[in-house]
């Protein structure tokens, strides 16, 4: 009993000394051992399971809800998430954890996890709890989107998220888009061009150090 004792406070010491001098890295690109990051997969995966078990799945067939829900994942989730056409993106490659693909044949979920991660979100990972500024009718409508976006071209995806009519607007402080939603919106076209607006900025001039500067 006294060596487990001893070797408990020499371990409690170690692991405040690694703490104290700031020997433990916690920078993203430096990645946990395969073993914690096995461990820390698990435990997510347990406590999503155990709070999402009571969860009621609605109807997710709605032709409107899905677009509804698609307009509102082009505005927040493709930069984590990607989407149909998207391969890549800063946030997907930089972000650690790395931020499942939805698009993938590896992803798997079920619509009571996708909701209650959408609406609590998740410590620690840069995934948001989207509740503060959204009904649980518009997360289950992302959710909707999210059972069939495997299904959809780049082009069906981009007609659909930039239908008008997603209604999608945030709390105080945020925007809002108004737009009508149709049950034909993946099936015609009206012959008019679609656009992604642009968002300018005013350039200001910058004095010549010398350097170019690019991104």
């Known amino acids: 009993m006294k060596t487990i004792i001893i070797a408990a406070v020499i371990g409690l010491l170690i692991a405040m000394s690694v703490i104290w001098f700031g020997l433990y890295n916690v920078a993203a690109n430096d990645k946990h051992l395969n073993s914690t990051e096995q461990f820390l997969k698990f435990v997510l ?11 009621k799945v609605p109807d997710l067939t709605d032709t409107a809800q899905i677009t509804e829900g698609a307009v509102h994942y082009a ?6 998430h990607l989407a149909p056409g998207l391969e890549s993106s800063e946030l997907n490659a930089g ?7 939805f ?3 590896e992803y798997a979920s079920t619509p009571e996890a996708q909701f209650w991660v959408i609406k609590n979100g998740i410590k620690m990972t840069g995934m948001p709890a989207w509740s503060p500024a959204h009904t649980d009718e518009q997360i289950w409508g992302m959710v909707a989107f999210l059972q069939k976006i495997k299904s959809y071209s780049a082009e069906q995806y981009t007609k659909l998220s930039t239908s008008s009519g997603g209604g999608h607007s945030h ?6 888009e108004q737009s009508s939603i149709s049950s034909e919106t993946s099936d015609h076209h009206d ?15 910058v004095a010549d150090d010398g350097h170019n500067h690019s991104h």
Do not use: F, Q
């Open 75 to 80: 505005e927040m989730c493709t930069g984590c």
């Open 103 to 105: 698009t993938s044949e």
């Open 171 to 176: 709390g105080a402080g945020g925007h809002g």
């Open 95 to 101: 972000l650690y954890p790395t931020p499942p693909v």
């Open 191 to 205: 012959g008019s061009s679609e656009s992604t607006p642009v968002h300018h900025v005013e350039e200001k001039p």
């Open 45 to 55: 995966k347990r406590s999503i399971s155990t709070r999402s078990a009571d969860i």
